[in-house]
């Protein structure tokens, strides 16, 4: 899964050395927490949003036949 | 994206030299003139011509990998057609587990669509529309939404109010429009702000 997030993330800005994803597990749910360098958080969360929502909608379709729900925390 | 700078007597003999050092040909890659070079006398005190040649990542090997990476992460073995047209770039995915990758109502088609059309035209000159499509989903869809706006274009009609149907994205916003757009009783608009714009029929 993490490596999904950084598969998704990496075309997306100019500095993919800086791109972090930290797991958070707990009992229900697991939250991925994705840090980008502070140049190219508009890149991943885009207008609106509009970047953030479709990166979440991928990740949700990836954790669809997980148990836990899971999250994905932006910056 | 690799690069080279390579310098020559003339502009066209350090393009050559650059082509040759990465081993590419004159249309897979981006120039740019540093110096144009000086004609000196007798070839004395004459400056070389310098360029930069960058070997750009053809746009659709980046899409086409792009895709698949992320494909393969979500497990499922689809298989990826490729159509380029003018500046349409449709991909065409098949395999046992796609429903995953269209989700509800298309939203996972969607999310990957959109993402891959910003992979695609980031940092280039070319732009390109992007379509991704999963075993014949936007014909599908089509015939949905089309049967959908008929219907509440009827009950639109019937209650004389408005109707206003749920978010789409922009192309399927069109579908309706376009269905609609021969009808004399009603009249559609959008409204909302992405990603909320959803259309409105009017009697």
């Given at each position: 899964m993490k490596a999904l997030i950084e598969t998704i993330v990496t075309p997306l800005v100019d500095y993919p050395e800086d791109i972090s994803v930290a797991v958070n597990e707990?009992?229900?749910?697991?939250?991925?927490h994705l840090t980008v360098n502070s140049d190219d958080v508009g890149k991943v969360i885009?207008?609106?949003?509009?970047?953030?929502?479709?990166?979440?909608t991928v990740v949700y379709a990836a954790g669809s036949d997980t148990k836990k729900r899971i999250y994905l925390d932006i910056m | 994206m690799r690069q080279v700078t390579a310098s020559g007597q003339t502009v066209e003999e350090a393009v050559q030299s650059a082509l040759k050092q990465l081993n590419t040909s004159e249309d897979q890659v981006k120039i740019d003139i540093i110096d144009e070079g000086k004609k000196g006398f007798l070839g004395l005190f004459?400056?070389?011509?310098?360029?930069?040649?960058?070997?750009a990542e053809n746009q659709l090997q980046r899409a086409t990998k792009y895709l698949t990476n992320i494909t393969d992460q979500l497990g499922v073995?689809?298989?990826?057609?490729?159509?380029?047209?003018d500046n349409e770039m449709i991909f065409e995915l098949s395999g046992e587990k796609i429903a995953i990758l269209i989700g509800k109502r298309?939203?996972?088609?969607?999310?990957?669509?959109?993402?891959?059309?910003?992979v695609v035209n980031r940092k280039s000159d070319k732009y390109y529309t992007v379509i991704v499509d999963a075993e014949g989903y936007r014909a599908r869809r089509q015939g949905t939404l089309e049967n959908l706006a008929n219907r509440l274009a009827d009950k639109a009609i019937s209650t004389?109010?408005?109707?206003?149907?749920?978010?789409?994205?922009?192309?399927?916003?069109?579908?309706?429009?376009?269905?609609?757009?021969?009808?004399?009783?009603?009249?559609?608009?959008s409204h909302g702000v992405e990603p909320n714009r959803h259309v409105v029929i009017k009697p």
């Open positions: 707990e009992e229900h749910k697991v939250v991925y885009g207008k609106n949003g509009r970047i953030a929502k479709a990166i979440r | 004459g400056s070389k011509a310098v360029v930069k040649v960058s070997l073995a689809a298989q990826i057609d490729v159509k380029v047209n298309g939203q996972t088609l969607n999310a990957l669509q959109y993402l891959l059309h910003l004389k109010r408005e109707v206003s149907l749920e978010p789409m994205p922009s192309f399927e916003r069109k579908i309706i429009h376009t269905t609609l757009q021969d009808h004399n009783e009603i009249s559609t608009y």
